[in-house]
């Protein structure tokens, strides 16, 4: 550990960092490019934005962009802090003198580790505020052209099976208790291939219990008949509180530090908050997934230069880096469909690639 506060230990240190401001640097150029061009294509085609709105919508999603490549722009960038020292023989001399490539590996490693901590605390809540602002100002600029009421008058559903359609429209959604506020209730039924306009119903309030709706002082209007009034009436459903849950908070909306009450209020309301549990557990896997794509930039890039295959060698570790990304969201994927526990779709990947990583390293190293 007291190599990293050697002279030797902080010009590699630098190196990676220069390495990673140069890959960063490439890749953040890259995506707000991208980013850019797809607002003005897609919001672009609907209203008339201007290039500033545009740039400001991107820039409100840059922290979160950063925080979805910075994997990749650490896997590239101590890539490049180790082949240039390989180009010029530094390694050589390093090696030459009695350096070993757990020397080489530490100050990149701790780098990375310390990254993923001050993007964790730092960087993911100015995102995810900012990503807030972002949905806000796209809603606003949406909303002054003639859009679907999805965007302007609160909360929105459907809910159907072979008889018919349900329209659901409420000012308020309480997500706790799963309850509609001031909702109306559109049913539609089917003739033939089309759907008819049968009956609506406004209740001041509806709860979401198993299997149905419950609503509380409706008024009830079918086509072509006078208005009933009723204290109570419970219409079926096959939407349950967790899917309210999931289709109405973004889990990027919310922050690492926002994560754990959510969950735990969640929990306590009977949800099933899946997707958050997995988005807190991956944040806290952040810095050793950073780790792990540090150690594979650095053991993939000591093959000597004049020993030749080093692009190749490079190309295998970025491809491994790909294949690791991959791994994560597959596990998150099957942790979704509630197949593993988001504790282990979360850290199997990062552990894994750590884990390749030092093994490969000790190979080489030690044979």
Do not use: C
Request: proline letters at 5%; zero cysteines; a neutral charge.
């Amino acid at each position: 550990m007291r190599f990293l506060f050697t002279q030797l230990g902080g010009y590699l240190f630098r190196g990676s960092a220069f390495g990673l401001a140069v890959a960063l640097g490439a890749v953040l150029a890259s995506i707000l490019l991208v980013d850019l061009v797809e607002q003005m294509r897609t919001l672009g085609s609907r209203i008339e934005l201007p290039l500033w709105a545009a740039m400001r919508l991107t820039l409100m999603k840059t922290p979160l962009l950063i925080e979805q490549t910075l994997p990749f722009v650490v896997l590239a960038g101590v890539m490049i802090s180790v082949i240039r020292m390989n180009r010029t023989s530094e390694l050589t001399a390093m090696r030459a003198s009695g350096v070993s490539a757990w020397r080489f590996l530490a100050p990149s490693v701790l780098g990375a580790l310390l990254l993923g901590i001050v993007v964790i605390l730092g960087l993911n809540p100015l995102g995810a505020r900012l990503y807030d602002e972002y949905e806000a100002a796209e809603a606003q600029l949406l909303s002054e052209t003639p859009q679907p009421p999805t965007l302007r008058n609160g909360v929105w559903l459907r809910q159907g099976d072979e008889n018919g359609q349900v329209v659901i429209q409420a000012d308020e959604l309480d997500l706790k208790t799963a309850r509609l506020t001031r909702a109306t209730f559109f049913f539609y039924d089917y003739d033939g291939a089309d759907l008819r306009f049968a009956r609506r119903i406004r209740a001041e309030i509806a709860d979401l219990k198993p299997g149905f709706w419950q609503l509380s002082n409706l008024v009830e209007v079918a086509a072509g008949e006078a208005p009933l009034r009723e204290d109570k009436l419970a219409i079926p459903t096959t939407l349950n509180p967790s899917e309210l849950l999931n289709r109405f908070v973004n889990p990027v909306s919310l922050s690492f530090l926002q994560l754990p009450p959510f969950i735990a209020e969640a929990r306590a309301a009977g949800l099933t908050p899946v997707r958050y549990e997995i988005k807190f557990q991956t944040l806290l896997a952040y810095p050793v997934m950073l780790a792990a794509m540090a150690a594979l930039g650095a053991a993939f890039s000591l093959r000597l230069h004049r020993m030749g295959g080093v692009a190749a060698w490079s190309a295998a570790g970025v491809a491994l880096g790909l294949l690791l990304y991959f791994l994560s969201q597959l596990a998150a994927a099957f942790a979704v469909t509630q197949a593993v526990p988001p504790a282990v779709a979360a850290w199997s990947a990062p552990l894994s690639g750590l884990f390749a990583a030092l093994a490969m390293v000790a190979f080489m190293e030690d044979g």
